[in-house]
């Protein structure tokens, strides 16, 4: 009997066969047609589209018989758990997939199904933003732009990232990838993890480790603060005024954790108050970012549309994992990236 996997987001013909390759135990299912087109490289979610009568019923067939999914049906997100009945194990493309899961009820829904994530996937790009956004501030690359748009030639001082204090709030694979590259440039590095209980700070490339009750000990040290943490009911708003008051004068947010974790309007007003320096954010309260908010215009805030993970090559770091994880399922043993 063949193990039926669903390939739910659009994935190049490459990828597809790569896939199949894994085991000629496995019939692997790609329907382009009946899946979203992308709207750029590894875009799993796909522009607007809507199926035919015919083709619905023959979708519906595919996600009720298949054993493995990869990745979410965005056309069937409130209904899954009742399609997809014969499902055992679903491959998300995200990383911060819990929150999702738990309100959607699909842990309680779909019992006897394991979820995986890509969690570690995006850790490359994610760093690279945060120096990207660090660097900018750091050099003075927006007053670079204005600058030359005028063709004036007029010298100035950058600043250096050595010996500047890094504090990342959340030492996943993500944070551990930030806190790498910031021993590169010669930063000092204090993480702020969850469970700090047989952390060993070497290894996770931080010169200290605190636990999240202490985030206020530590800000006033923070002259770039990284936010990588989920949203949970701790993390929610947990950069408010009093917060950004902590930090030094001068300092630098960067968020690629989730928009629930900042407050949008005290930030704001660090802003333009010139407490903070500068902010990079790649994720809002609310998304897409609405028209009317003052963050579009605020000359030392970037706007990144949740963008910061995806890389042309994420498609295929996906498909290695899911085929690491092919092998594993078939010979019964444990997944990685077990949510």
């Known amino acids: 009997m063949p193990v039926r996997v669903l390939i739910a987001s659009f994935l190049e013909p490459e990828y597809v066969e790569q896939i199949r390759a894994v085991d000629s135990r496995l019939e692997v299912i790609y329907e382009p047609a009946l899946i979203a087109k992308p709207r750029y490289p590894a875009d799993h979610k796909g522009?607007?589209?809507?199926?035919?009568?015919?083709?619905?019923?023959?979708?519906l067939k595919l996600l009720a018989e298949s054993e493995i999914i990869f990745d979410f049906d965005q056309t069937h997100l409130d209904d899954l758990p009742e399609l997809a009945g014969s499902a055992k194990w679903l491959q998300t493309t995200s990383s911060g997939v819990a929150r999702f899961l738990s309100e959607r009820g699909y842990d309680r829904r779909m019992p006897n199904t394991v979820f995986t994530n890509a969690a570690g996937i995006h850790a490359q790009p994610l760093a690279e933003f945060c120096f990207m956004v660090m660097t900018i501030f750091n050099k003075g690359f927006l007053r670079l732009m204005e600058?030359?748009?005028?063709?004036?030639?007029?010298?100035?001082?950058?600043?250096?990232?050595?010996?500047?204090t890094i504090v990342i709030v959340g030492l996943g694979k993500v944070g551990e990838e930030v806190a790498r590259l910031a021993k590169q440039f010669r930063m000092n590095v204090i993480g702020v993890k969850r469970s700090t209980i047989h952390a060993d700070p070497n290894a996770l490339n931080v010169d200290e480790i605190y636990p999240p009750d202490a985030l206020d000990k530590v800000l006033p040290r923070a002259e770039f603060l990284v936010l990588i943490a989920p949203h949970t009911a701790e993390t929610e708003n947990m950069m408010g005024g009093d917060q950004f008051a902590l930090m030094p004068s001068d300092?630098?947010?960067?968020?690629?954790?989730?928009?629930?974790?900042?407050?949008?309007?005290?930030?704001?007003?660090?802003?333009?108050?010139?407490?903070?320096?500068?902010?990079?954010?790649?994720?809002?309260?609310?998304?897409?970012?609405?028209?009317?908010?003052?963050?579009?215009?605020?000359?030392?805030?970037?706007?990144?549309?949740?963008?910061?993970?995806?890389?042309?090559?994420?498609?295929?770091?996906?498909?290695?994992?899911?085929?690491?994880?092919?092998?594993?399922?078939?010979?019964?043993?444990?997944?990685?990236?077990?949510?």
């Open 47 to 59: 522009d607007t589209f809507e199926r035919s009568a015919e083709q619905e019923e023959q979708w």
């Open 251 to 339: 300092a630098v947010l960067v968020n690629i954790g989730r928009g629930a974790l900042v407050d949008e309007a005290a930030l704001m007003a660090s802003l333009n108050s010139g407490h903070l320096r500068g902010a990079g954010l790649d994720v809002f309260q609310t998304e897409p970012l609405p028209q009317d908010s003052p963050l579009w215009e605020m000359p030392n805030v970037i706007v990144s549309p949740h963008s910061a993970s995806t890389t042309n090559n994420e498609n295929q770091l996906i498909t290695d994992l899911f085929c690491q994880n092919l092998h594993l399922y078939l010979a019964g043993r444990p997944l990685i990236n077990v949510v």
């Open 147 to 164: 600058e030359q748009k005028a063709k004036r030639w007029e010298r100035y001082a950058g600043f250096d990232l050595s010996n500047k």
